[in-house]
């Protein structure tokens, strides 16, 4: 009986967050859509119009461009950097979990005045340009790369590998790229694609420290709001939707192959 009960809710609860989406959909694909509860017609034109516009390719390249690049780094930067400490320094892992708090708990408009105030001028202006959206999507992706890679490196008898590997002749170094990374590639990858899509999402520490110097897909979407089609707009967030539950899908359907091995 109270699973029933809890199927029950699940269904309500999947139907409220779901009927916008399901409205925002039919809404792209009708021709005319007022005074009564269906379309007049259906039409996919407003999906040709997004594909033939330039600003919204464009909107698109650049923050797939910006995402990406900037996971690379923070991949780069970050897995070693847990190897490092989980193997070399424990005590400092503490430290790690502080700095993740730290990134939960600061409000993203905070941090944006205080990179302003910092970066806005002086030797270090970089308020306006791609290098202060590095870092800022560092930030917010260490929480979630941190959480991931971490877990992922748990899971081995890390010290075990590499101590073997040590008495067989082979360096700490060589070790970890050979021995360490092809058995945690698969948990990055997770960790990268769902960061990927909060990245992709992001619009307010966007908007605040580049505003139009660089249009993402959000500032794009917000950017025609108002002078555009209900028709069109509705097409560019159904395409927007769908590429994060693609990305999303993705992510899980790696974790569930991960588990399952």
């Known amino acids: 009986m109270n699973n029933k009960k809890h199927e029950i809710i699940a269904v309500i609860i999947l139907f409220l967050l779901f009927t916008p989406v399901v409205g925002t959909f039919l809404y792209s694909l009708s021709t005319k859509w007022s005074g009564s509860i269906f379309p007049d017609g259906l039409t996919i034109r407003w999906y040709f119009e997004i594909m033939k516009s330039p600003f919204l390719v464009k909107a698109l390249l650049r923050t797939v461009f910006i995402c990406f690049f900037s996971l690379g780094f923070i991949v780069i930067i970050m897995v070693p950097s847990i190897f490092i400490t989980s193997y070399y320094f424990p005590k400092l892992e503490k430290l790690m979990e502080f700095l993740v708090l730290i990134c939960f708990s600061v409000p993203g408009a905070v941090s944006v005045v205080g ?42 008898p890390m010290r075990e590998i590499i101590e073997s590997a040590n008495i067989l002749g082979v360096s700490t170094t060589k070790a970890f790229v050979k021995l360490i990374i092809p058995n945690i590639k698969k948990g990055i990858m997770v960790s990268v694609l769902l960061t990927f899509s909060i990245l992709f999402g ?17 500032m794009y979407i917000n ?29 899980f359907g790696l974790n569930k192959e991960k588990g399952d091995k």
């Open 115 to 156: 990179l302003m105030k910092i970066y806005s001028g002086g030797i270090l202006k970089l308020t306006g340009t791609l290098y202060i959206l590095l870092g800022v999507y560092f930030v917010l992706a260490f929480p979630f790369m941190y959480r991931g890679i971490k877990n992922n490196m748990n899971g081995l």
């Open 202 to 218: 992001e619009f307010l520490l966007v908007n605040m420290l580049v505003g139009g110097k660089y249009q993402t897909m959000q």
């Open 223 to 251: 950017s025609i709001r108002t002078g555009t089609s209900g028709h069109f707009s509705s097409a560019v967030v159904t395409v927007y939707f769908l590429m994060i539950f693609i990305i999303t899908f993705l992510a």
